[in-house]
């Protein structure tokens, strides 16, 4: 039961992670890359589908983006939607295929950035600490139900919090890249 325990607990763990990485991704760092758009849902075939199912993405060199969609019929939608996603770029759209070429970024615009990473890298600590909380729960309870003793309790609630810790470090590790990756020029 315990060891189950300990594996749901590192299983989430490493979910809060990854999906902070995912978060990460979005975040502009000045380099072109297809994962600024993610998030950019197409009103088209009938409903909001990502722009990534209905076209290739391509990074020709550091500062663009070309995106080719399968059918010509989506470039209008695919930019409407590029637009109204805000990115802070405007796409050129020639007939073919839309291009977007990324401004540098400024100093005020990357500490921006850098404050959005932080704000998502503390949305994850909370995330990791409220699993601790749920699975110590887990712990106490079964002590409570006598189905394990109070020592055994009181060590596994200090191999969660060692669990907990190693992740709350990694999240920090990850946001002291991102910093850094941001503020390079």
Known sequence: MLKQIFHQTEEEMKKALIDLEHEFSTIRTGRASPTL?????V??????TPIKQ???????????IVI???DKGALAPIEKALLAANLGFTPTNDGRVIR???PALTEERRKEFVKLAKNMAENSRVAVRNIRRKHKDEVKKLEKDHKIGEDEMYADID???????????????????????????
Do not use: C, F, H
């Open 37 to 41: 758009l993610d998030n950019v849902l």
């Open 100 to 102: 977007i070429n990324l």
């Open 43 to 48: 009103e088209a075939y009938g409903g909001r």
């Open 159 to 185: 191999k969660i919090q060692v669990m907990t810790d190693n992740y709350i470090k990694k999240v920090d590790e990850l946001l002291t890249l991102k910093e850094t990756e941001i503020m390079e020029v």
């Open 68 to 70: 080719q969609p399968w």
């Open 54 to 64: 209905i076209a290739s993405i391509g990074v020709p060199d550091a500062r663009s």
